[in-house]
């Protein structure tokens, strides 16, 4: 099969340096022989591995480019939806679905991998997010190019020696080359996630399958290395190799380090033992790239490897110098630390350089008094220069202006533990020294949708806020296209409500806002029927958990235009909204998205 022109040229230029990286691999796996005589060339094994490199090459850019160019097309497409609506209450035409694209969503973009299930528990057991049947699909073209790489054109048949040294020197090449994506894919400046509209929770469902081809590949490479050369020489010579110098030595401690990472990653682990899964993940992945340098350090593999590190410096210094420049200015940024009903707290941002946030952010909060040097991902439930609990808070000194962003973290264990009980004992509120990096996110629009569907399950809520607070906004000043906005939120108690509502009371108090809005609240635990009440008929609450169905049933009865459903909260919740979205998908000209942050 002829290669595409781009990838001959390559081939052309990158050809004698294969060839070199086969024959100093050769002679430092195997006491100096070389396995390509001397030849001063590429061999048809050098040209039959790259062509495969070639060819993973462009199954990776071609899918890069398509997604890019269909993000474009979607971009394109919901501004010219706002335009027209804006000033058109019936929106028929956007309601109407297109056929053929509703199939596709509802069978291969918002379908999970089996059946319903894609982030909810499986009978009490965390087997952590399943990928979609699109991601699936990727994941297997990905992993099958991988396969046929390492396999294809190889003489199984032929001497065990060479066919092992083959497998290995392919092996150990994808091996590092694998890693430029798997590093790129775990930063949280990941410049794709912008170019493709992806969120970073999909990139890191991607780095997880990523990570384990790239160590079932070391793995392999490492085995092809041990079969061959014991066969030969007895475990006496791998003593004697790793004695004589760094290289063996090093490929061994990488590819050591890789597998505990394999070992610790299940979601079982990582959830568990979270904190410590971190420190232990970057201290390893640290370890296996100090592993690989000192084995490639005479092979001009080094260049690949080189590249990582740069990547990942880069995005690290970057962090670190968007981290100083928002948090150090004429003064630090500082926290004021409130305790809530429902073992909660708010916590509210006061930020040393302004802010400017948009709905569905999320920003990294670092307090050294609480968590040291590590950091968690919350959502921005609000952002402005505001105190929402109206009072002072603190007494800051104020030499210019300052935007102020608030948080609302749920008690659970370990960082969110600390806070609760370090403001638990000042009395309910204290003042920290804090840092927050970001934002990232928030590339979710929803102006162009005529009718907006927002779920949200506990402390969920916090992802939804800013959103609600846009588009009723936009709906009074005329900027956005809903004329139809439905927020659930599911509670397990009503003294739930006072996170957010100081937040709350401003939006209810936006001119216009009974056209637009209604609020449904579900309280899944209410120790009685009285706490059950509804204070409006645009804000009602109800017992019990919400039929998810029925709710996007009865919206879609009523739809105004595009309808947009989003959802943030537990697993069982969001695979619910999905599944509501995707039984209606031919019916009505419905968009699904899942706010969430797996790791």
């Not at 968590?371 to 220069?385: C, E, I, K």
């Not at 009980?421 to 920290?432: I, T």
């Not at 399950?457 to 900027?479: D, K, M, S």
């Amino acid at each position: 099969m002829p290669l595409p022109r781009y990838a001959s040229l390559l081939l052309a230029a990158v050809g004698p340096v294969m060839a070199e990286a086969s024959r100093v691999d050769a002679r430092q796996a195997d006491g100096g022989s070389s396995s390509h005589g001397g030849q001063a060339g590429p061999t048809s094994a050098d040209m039959e591995s790259f062509k495969y490199y070639a060819y993973l090459a462009t199954v990776l850019a071609s899918t890069v480019g398509a997604l890019l160019i269909y993000h474009m097309v979607i971009r394109l497409v919901r501004y010219i939806r706002t335009i027209t609506c804006l000033s058109n209450d019936g929106q028929r035409y956007f309601a109407i679905p297109s056929s053929a694209y509703a199939w596709i969503k509802q069978h291969v973009l918002y379908a999970p991998l089996f059946r319903s299930r894609h982030s909810s528990e499986t009978s009490g057991w965390d087997l952590g997010v399943l990928p979609t049947r699109f991601q699936s699909m990727f994941l297997a073209g990905y992993i099958g190019s991988n396969v046929a790489f390492c396999v294809v054109s190889i003489d199984w048949n032929g001497e065990q020696k060479q066919m092992l040294a083959e497998f290995r020197h392919r092996t150990g090449i994808l091996s590092t080359v694998n890693m430029i994506p798997l590093f790129i894919m775990a930063g949280r400046n990941n410049p794709l996630i912008r170019l493709l509209d992806i969120s970073y929770d999909s990139f890191n469902l991607m780095h997880r399958w990523f990570g384990r081809v790239v160590v079932i590949e070391a793995v392999c490479h490492t085995a092809a290395y041990l079969i061959a050369k014991v066969k030969a020489d007895g475990w006496s010579a791998v003593v004697a190799a790793l004695n004589r110098g760094n290289f063996l030595l090093g490929g061994l401690l990488a590819t050591a380090a890789m597998a505990i990472i394999l070992l610790q990653s299940p979601a079982m682990v990582r959830h568990a033992f979270y904190e410590t899964f971190l420190h232990l993940h970057i201290a390893l992945a640290l370890l296996a790239v100090v592993g690989l340098w000192l084995h490639l350090k005479d092979l001009p593999q080094m260049k690949v490897l080189l590249g990582v590190v740069v990547l990942w410096v880069a995005e690290r210094g970057v962090r670190a110098l968007a981290l100083v420049y928002r948090n150090l200015g004429h003064a630090r940024t500082r926290a004021l630390v409130e305790t809530l009903p429902g073992d909660a707290v708010r916590v509210t941002l006061d930020m040393a350089r302004p802010w400017t946030s948009r709905p569905g952010q999320h920003i990294f909060l670092y307090m050294p008094s609480v968590g040291l040097w590590t950091s968690h991902p919350f959502s921005v439930a609000w952002a402005g220069d505001a105190d929402p609990s109206g009072e002072k808070g603190m007494e800051l000194e104020r030499q210019q202006s300052k935007s102020s962003i608030s948080l609302v973290i749920r008690r659970r264990t370990g960082f969110t533990e600390n806070l609760y009980r370090k403001a638990e004992q000042a009395k309910g509120k204290l003042v920290l020294t804090a840092f927050a990096e970001g934002p990232y996110g928030g590339n979710q629009d929803l102006d162009s949708y005529g009718t907006v569907m927002l779920f949200a399950g506990g402390v969920g809520i916090t992802h939804q806020v800013l959103h609600v607070r846009q588009l009723v906004e936009g709906f009074a000043n005329g900027t956005v296209a809903a004329r139809r906005i439905v927020l659930v939120w599911v509670i397990q108690s009503p003294e739930h409500l006072e996170w957010i509502r100081p937040w709350m009371t401003t939006i209810l108090a936006i001119d216009r806002r009974r056209d637009v809005l209604r609020v449904l609240l579900f309280v899944t635990r209410p120790r009685s029927t009285k706490e059950i009440h509804s204070p409006s008929a645009t804000v009602q609450m109800f017992p019990g958990k919400p039929n998810v169905d029925t709710l996007v049933a009865l919206e879609t009865e009523n739809q105004v235009g595009a309808m947009g459903v989003t959802v943030c909260g537990p697993g069982s919740l969001a695979d619910d909204v999905r599944g509501a979205v995707r039984k209606r998908q031919g019916v009505a000209n419905i968009d699904f998205v899942e706010a969430s942050y797996s790791w």
